[in-house]
């Protein structure tokens, strides 16, 4: 029975690894309305909507202190990231069991792409929704003031219950672009 529950909360756990997927090069940006100035610099805020579909390539449950499902438990997910049926970038995301009843995870991801990388995290309960949004929490490259969300939604096929394998991401990043005035 221990062996059944900690199958099906690794599948639910990888869903929630796999709902922290990410961004693309190719995206229409649409500036904000809010700007200020900074003695001889103006900062204007700009959002980028960038879409992008996920395939899990792996993924690994972690069993770590007492045996079985218990706080400090994890899963790996590694994903690829596709725009209009080219890759374009990759994405890494660790998930640790905060609580197994009810079941709650702590996601950390990070996607990285041409232009840089986007870092999202997001605190999920089991079984996670079909959809979900996560926080953007920074970046490197183009993204490094990034900040906004990623709304998730399946979109591929199911290999056991609750195991989403492909997911549709449309990113909601709000970026700084600074100016000389």
């Known amino acids: ?3 059944s529950r900690t199958r099906t909360l690794g599948a639910a756990a990888a ?3 796999t709902l922290l997927v990410t961004a693309s090069t190719a995206s229409t940006a649409r500036p904000a309305a809010s700007s200020f100035s900074d003695t001889d610099r103006r900062i204007r805020l700009r959002t980028e909507i960038i879409q992008l579909d996920a395939r899990q390539t792996g993924s690994e449950n972690l069993d770590v202190g007492k045996k079985g499902l218990s706080p400090g438990d994890g899963v790996v997910v590694s994903e690829d990231l596709y725009r209009d049926g080219r890759k374009t970038g990759d994405h890494s995301v660790v998930c640790t069991y905060i609580r197994t ?3 709650e995870l702590q ?3 990070t996607f990285a792409l ?3 990388q986007i870092t999202a995290q997001a605190l999920l309960q089991l079984p996670v929704p ?3 949004d996560l926080a953007i929490t920074g970046g490197t490259g183009d993204y490094r003031s990034a900040r906004g969300f990623v709304h998730t939604v399946p979109a591929g ?3 056991v219950p609750a195991a989403v394998t492909e997911r549709q991401l449309t990113f909601h990043v709000t ?3 600074q100016q000389e005035d």
Request: with cysteine; glycine share 16%; net charge neutral.
């Open 1 to 3: 029975m221990l062996e």
């Open 130 to 132: 079909s959809t979900v």
């Open 175 to 177: 970026l700084d672009d």
């Open 157 to 159: 096929t199911r290999t």
């Open 107 to 109: 996601c950390l991801g």
């Open 101 to 103: 009843k009810p079941g």
């Open 15 to 17: 869903l929630g690894a």
């Open 114 to 116: 041409p232009r840089g």
